[in-house]
């Protein structure tokens, strides 16, 4: 089976590289524990009249509600249904034909980012205790190629981030997360989003706000011009887990908002104008039914191992949806198809391959337990 996915990795770069591929440089975002539903159908109308997680119905519903669920979905991420729906793939409406899934044992964050960003799963990463990923993942392998030294960096709002990517031995990336100031030749702007850092509270103890994450990585952008870079948001999951549906979907639109942001700066850049692929993603699903399952995620094995309480009614199931996720891909050699179906379901496996295989890459060749790249977000 590796054999055959690195055949078909080494066939599909050959075809890449055979259509000299314009990207030169990809963004890749998550949304952490973004549901699909959300994305593709819109505010759940059973989450929004539940007094016990929502408040300020009343002004939600004027912001994100519509008898049409297009339109629902469109009203909570207008970016993604206006542009990236017209101009590059989506991938993930269960609804539609189109499936996506995680295959980590355990679907909580550490082991879904080490799956993203390492292309594969170890199964010894089953938790989110913060140790050294020993795993060499696709960030550090890419900034050891010609002409990314330096050029290649993470932004974050989750204080993991720097042990998921393992910066002790990963020393030549750029990351920055959790309540960590940027350091070096501050511009003004880092310089205000430092002291604010340092007087605000985050989402949770280990996560500060996006804003901070937007803010620094606009920054990084205008002044280094990475070639890649990772943003990742975290306050989707972080409001979730708190039960605030209302606040869970302001933070869905609001992250909508900082993407639409970040690709309008880097389509007014010559250094990136039509030169630049974005990848958007989540590193897992929630529940869907029961109601209150909407706040969790995880496997049996993940519930059997908390010390949580709320979790032990899911001891024996887990919760039942938390390996369905979604990507969007935009970018000059991505087809504008809107939503794509296949026969099989997408890997979250797959990412690591795809963001190289963007840059010209074969990420395959030097991990030969990766996924294959996801050949349905390159034109043919």
């Known amino acids: 089976m590796k ?5 078909y990795a080494v066939f599909f770069i050959g075809i890449c590289n055979a259509q000299r591929l314009k990207t030169e440089n990809v963004v890749l975002i998550t949304l952490d524990g973004l549901r699909w539903q959300e994305v593709f159908r819109g505010v759940d109308e059973g989450l929004l009249k539940n007094k016990l997680y929502t408040k300020g119905v009343d002004a939600l519903r004027k912001n994100f509600w519509h008898q049409n669920q ?4 469109e009203l909570l991420m207008p970016f993604l249904w206006k542009t990236i729906s017209h101009q590059g793939v989506l991938i993930g409406n269960r609804d539609n034909g189109s499936y996506m899934n995680v295959t980590n044992p355990a679907v909580v964050s550490y082991p879904g980012y080490s799956e993203i960003f390492t292309g594969y799963v170890d199964p010894s990463i089953d938790s989110n205790k913060k140790i050294w990923n020993p795993n060499v993942n696709v960030l550090e392998w890419i900034e050891n190629q010609a002409g990314f030294a330096g050029k290649v960096s993470a932004f974050g709002s989750w204080n993991a981030l720097p042990y998921i990517l393992n910066t002790k031995r990963a020393t030549n990336l750029t990351v920055n997360a959790g309540f ?5 030749d501050l511009s003004n702007v880092e310089k205000w ?4 850092l340092a007087d605000t509270l985050g989402t949770s103890d280990n996560t500060r706000f996006d804003a ?6 606009i920054e990084h952008i205008k002044k280094h011009k990475p070639r890649f870079i990772y943003i990742g948001y975290g306050d989707t999951d ?7 549906y209302d606040l869970y979907l302001k933070a869905a639109h609001r992250s909508d908002r900082f993407i639409a942001e970040l690709w309008d700066l880097l389509q007014q850049d010559p250094h990136y104008k039509d030169k630049t692929t974005m990848i958007i993603t989540t590193d897992h699903g929630r529940g869907e039914m029961p109601q209150a399952s909407w706040k969790h995620h995880g496997t049996a094995l993940y519930m059997t191992q908390s010390d949580n309480k709320e979790y032990t009614k899911y001891q024996k199931t887990g919760i039942v949806g938390s390996d369905q996720i979604w990507a969007a891909v935009i970018g000059p050699d991505t087809p504008s198809k809107g939503l794509i179906q296949g026969k099989e379901p997408w890997q979250q496996n797959q990412i690591a391959a795809t963001i190289a295989s963007f840059l010209n890459l074969d990420y395959n060749q030097f991990q030969k337990k990766a996924g294959a790249p996801i050949k349905a977000v390159f034109n043919n």
Request: no cysteine; charged share 15%; net charge positive.
């Open 180 to 184: 960590v100031p940027v350091k070096g």
């Open 3 to 7: 054999f055959l996915v690195l055949l």
């Open 193 to 196: 989003l430092n002291q604010q």
């Open 70 to 73: 297009a339109k629902r979905a």
């Open 238 to 244: 972080n409001f979730a887990h708190d039960g605030r």
């Open 212 to 217: 901070f994450t937007q803010g620094y990585a």
